[in-house]
């Protein structure tokens, strides 16, 4: 158990739909990253949280939106669904928000199939 | 730009050295890491070396790198069965000042018996 938890661990919704994946960082980190991993984009990196705040931006669809809560577990919504949003979805967080020397610690990840 | 390359597949005999590299290209990143997936699982970092050092070893594992050439390697010595995997390596972009790491596509360790 790396400390990261990812909830559901499995997804399958229909076109169209929206979803929310749930993520508890480890504890004691208070920066939160999402990435979407797909076998024709490899591991992309999509938004950052610290600390509540929206620290950096990556190749995030406009349909998809993310927020860090007060207690620092974070929300990645996925919306108009379409079937090339398949993938899996990890979360991991990290106790700085930059310059992060050991890494970071993933979560087991979400897998979403869109059908 | 911010841009990891890797070779996608690489095969060994179990007891032989694995060589996994890597090309990366953003010469201010500050630390690069080395991550491992097993199947089913999220990725687990290895290992990571700060751009100022132009080795490490830590058990069975060594980084490489070269900053010239912005190459990257991690080589296993002992393969065994069990180091089957992808390897990902990843860069902490040193102008972005976030968290934000640009990982490579991977590369899928394959070790025969």
């Known amino acids: 158990d790396s400390g990261v938890t990812q909830t559901p661990k499995h997804l399958i919704t229909a076109t169209g739909q929206r979803v929310t994946l749930r993520c508890s960082p480890r504890?004691?980190?208070?920066?939160v990253y999402w990435y979407q991993q797909s076998l024709d984009q490899g591991l992309q990196f999509l938004i950052q949280?610290?600390?509540?705040?929206?620290?950096a931006k990556g190749n995030i669809l406009e349909r998809f939106s993310a927020q860090q809560f007060p207690d620092l577990h974070s929300e990645l919504n996925l919306s108009s669904l379409e079937l090339g949003d398949s993938a899996l979805y990890f979360c991991?967080?990290?106790?700085?928000?930059?310059?992060?020397?050991?890494?970071?610690?993933f979560g087991s990840g979400t897998r979403l199939t869109v059908v | 730009g911010e841009d990891v390359e890797q070779s996608l597949f690489l095969s060994v005999r179990e007891g032989d050295s694995s060589v996994i590299n890597c090309t990366y290209t953003?010469?201010?990143?500050?630390?690069l890491y080395w991550y491992k997936q097993e199947p089913g699982a999220g990725l687990q970092l290895l290992t990571y070396i700060f751009s100022n050092m132009d080795m490490k070893q830590d058990q069975r594992l060594t980084v490489l790198l070269n900053k010239k050439d912005k190459h990257l390697s991690l080589r296993i010595a002992d393969t065994q069965t069990g180091d089957s995997a992808i390897y990902f390596c990843a860069e902490n972009p040193g102008s972005s000042n976030t968290g934000k790491l640009i990982f490579g596509q991977g590369t899928t360790l394959q070790v025969k018996p």
């Open positions: 949280y610290y600390n509540g705040e929206e620290r």
């Open positions: 504890s004691g980190d208070l920066s």
């Open positions: 991991a967080s990290s106790v700085a928000p930059s310059r992060v020397p050991y890494g970071y610690t």
């Open positions: 953003d010469s201010s990143s500050t630390y």
